[in-house]
């Protein structure tokens, strides 16, 4: 049978790309050039030498981007949420109780993930906009002392603030509870130094700041988890932490099938964080393009909706000018050749959200924000 390659490709190219599209989401993000190009490679065995080489070199160079020597990398293949899931099945005993602290959609989410695996939630929640403040979260734990661990989400999608993790994982430790982090969305663009802050588990995602397609999710895990979870009878089995370490140990894998084009994609990205100039060179290209984004929202006369001083390197929250609708503005960008993100949850058409993540040149922003002007003044009510 002859195929028409071009044919078929094309084909699939139309359900899924009518038009290119320049992408300021919270998720999948563009991805690097580089990315693409390495997963275009043909499959191989997840069970041969090549592969144990690609799985142990990107862990050991993800170890390092994220100060993990001594906690344990581990890849699994899923969304972040398996590791989240994963976190209070193998961290928390049955009918145990957690504080999770939410400062939005996401942290709601933890609490959700909680109660559905038969642990007790008790919620530590601030208004919409505003960061947890280690005060705080040092008198919620004077007040549940019997929590056995406490859930810290980063990085807040849905409302565009940054949680001081440092500050918050010193209180969480001194109070002697275990700290379980998602920082989906940060990791790769904010500071996380696992081993320094003493963090127990922190989870993220390839489709995020790392500018991979989504399918591969990364954690670290400090040997006082793995301790924890020996004494956890039901663990589960796809998100059994102790079963994902054993396999990194015996062959540098997985127990099952790793989504090997996305950890060749994070292999690529990790390489040229170091052609860059290392770590700090990457972060500060993050925090730059944050800041030119947030500067340009205010010239618009737009309105940030996080607080000051807690504003999120990877998104950018932006309130809805009265009379304007969130799905409005994502529309006519959308007609445009760009896709922002609408609000989430709660404050869905109050605010739209313009995402930094992933391959985006300064080009590409300052276009964004000429076509962004131009909407505004279209949808305004006369």
């Known amino acids: 049978m002859k195929l028409n390659y071009p044919e078929v490709v094309d084909e699939v190219l139309k359900l899924m790309w009518p038009r290119k599209m320049k992408l300021f989401t919270a998720g999948p993000v563009a991805c690097f050039p580089e990315v693409l190009e390495v997963m275009k490679s043909q499959m191989f065995s997840h069970r041969s030498p090549e592969y144990s080489a690609l799985h142990k070199d990107t862990v050991l160079r993800l170890a390092e981007f994220i100060g993990a020597r001594k906690a344990t990398v581990l890849l699994a293949p899923c969304s972040g949420t ?45 208004p919409l906009g505003e960061p947890i403040l280690p005060e705080e979260l040092d008198e919620a734990l004077r007040r549940n002392s019997d929590v056995e661990a406490v859930t810290i989400t980063h990085n807040e999608t849905s409302t565009g603030v940054i949680n001081p993790l440092k500050e918050l994982a010193k209180v969480v430790k001194e109070r002697g509870k275990l700290v379980l982090v998602d920082a989906v969305s940060s990791m790769g663009a904010a500071d996380i130094r696992v081993d320094e802050w003493s963090l127990d588990i922190v989870f993220s995602s390839s489709q995020k700041a790392f500018g991979v397609p989504p399918g591969l999710a990364m954690a670290a895990i400090s040997e006082e988890v793995f301790e924890k979870a020996r004494k956890v009878s039901d663990r589960g089995w796809y998100f059994d932490l102790i079963a994902l370490r054993e396999d990194l140990v015996k062959g540098w894998s997985t127990p099952s099938t790793p989504p090997i084009p996305q950890v060749a994609g994070l292999n690529a990205v990790l390489r040229i964080v170091e052609k860059m100039g290392g770590k700090n060179v990457w972060l500060e290209m993050y925090e730059k393009r944050a800041e030119k984004i947030r500067s340009k929202v205010v010239e618009l006369g737009l309105e940030l909706f996080a607080k000051p001083g807690f504003y999120s390197p990877t998104i950018t929250v932006v309130r809805t000018p009265m009379g304007l609708k969130s799905s409005d503005i994502y529309y006519n960008l959308r007609s445009r050749g760009f896709e922002i993100a609408m609000g989430y949850g709660p404050i869905k058409e109050a605010t739209f959200r ?29």
């Open 82 to 126: 398996g590791f989240m899931e994963a976190s209070i099945r193998n961290a928390v005993m049955p009918g145990g109780k957690v504080l999770v602290t939410s400062i939005g959609a996401f942290g709601d989410r933890y609490a959700e993930v909680v109660e559905s695996n038969g642990r007790k939630a008790v919620v530590l929640r601030k």
């Open 354 to 382: 313009i995402g930094h993540m992933g391959y985006i040149t300064d080009q590409d922003i300052d276009d964004l924000f000429k076509e962004l002007s131009d909407v505004l003044r279209n949808l305004k009510p006369s």
